[in-house]
């Protein structure tokens, strides 16, 4: 395999939990994936940016608002962008309709692929009814995200060093925790029902950070996974066929990208 990605173009693209402003956002690994892939349409389908833990404590790095300019400027070269809320930056809720910067925000939007297949284009969080009806619990429940990503990132420091791979423990626990798997299940077939009920033929969603594309409840059910754990991204190629790009395991296998030594110089390609 080549040391070097190659530029690759799709139709769309869709990201998802990226959780800008906050120390468990890998920056820095989307950097180089927005560097290596362009599209037609972006989407960013909720918490790019996470507004829970900014209005509790400032962090913004260089590389965060690196992000932000990149997907801009894209947008600037001809890409069409929009932007669906999430539970995390649901104070865009309130601008529903406008453009920011050439950046379109919906609450929800219907994609078409290149075989005319209809997607319904959503967050997610509306169907999650700990977000909906116990917020203290959804808050309770980040701090403890948090709390795991805290350890996850002195765990791989570890394993660096013993020249192990990349290993995240919070979504270990996710899959391994009989609750965690039954929620995730649930949030599945709500989604896949939700797009049923639109009369759509599936739903491209985020929230839940947990990659997957099936049909396992009669719908297509598609989730772009997140930032903070994964690196996981959606593309729709010019075929209308999807591929969830998994970037992390990608940066592995070339060490420029795991070490981040070119990034700083990548963000402003």
Not at 79 to 101: C, K, M, Q, S, W
Not at 229 to 242: I, L, R, Y
């Amino acid at each position: 395999m080549s040391s070097e990605p190659t530029q690759r173009h799709f139709r769309a693209i869709f990201l998802s939990d990226i959780h800008l402003g906050t120390r468990g956002c890998q920056a820095d690994m989307l950097l180089d994936f927005l560097k290596y892939h362009d599209a037609e349409t972006i989407y960013l389908v909720g918490d790019i940016v996470d507004g829970w833990r900014l209005r509790r404590m400032w962090y913004w790095p260089q590389s965060h608002n690196d992000v932000v300019q990149k997907l801009m400027r894209k947008g600037r070269k001809g890409a069409r962008i929009v932007y669906t809320p999430g539970n995390h930056d649901e104070f865009l809720r309130d601008f529903l309709g406008t453009h920011f910067g050439g950046i379109e925000v919906m609450e929800e939007t219907i994609h078409e692929t290149a075989d005319g297949r209809r997607y319904l284009v959503i967050h997610g969080d509306r169907f999650d009814v700990v977000v909906r009806h116990a917020r203290w619990l959804a808050f309770l429940g980040d701090w403890a995200y948090v709390t795991a990503l805290n350890l996850n990132t002195g765990l791989n420091i570890m394993r660096r060093r013993l020249g192990l791979t990349y290993w995240s423990l919070s979504a270990w626990a996710k899959l391994k925790v009989k609750n965690a798997v039954n929620f995730i299940g649930k949030f599945e077939e709500t989604l896949a029902g939700e797009a049923e009920r639109q009369g759509v033929d599936g739903v491209i969603c985020g929230h839940i950070h947990h990659a997957a594309d099936h049909t396992e409840f009669g719908t297509h059910y598609i989730n772009t996974g997140d930032w903070v754990e994964s690196c996981t991204a959606v593309a729709e190629h010019h075929d209308g066929t999807f591929e969830i790009i998994r970037w992390a395991e990608r940066a592995e296998q070339v060490p420029a990208l795991a070490t981040g030594e070119p990034r700083r110089a990548q963000a402003a390609a």
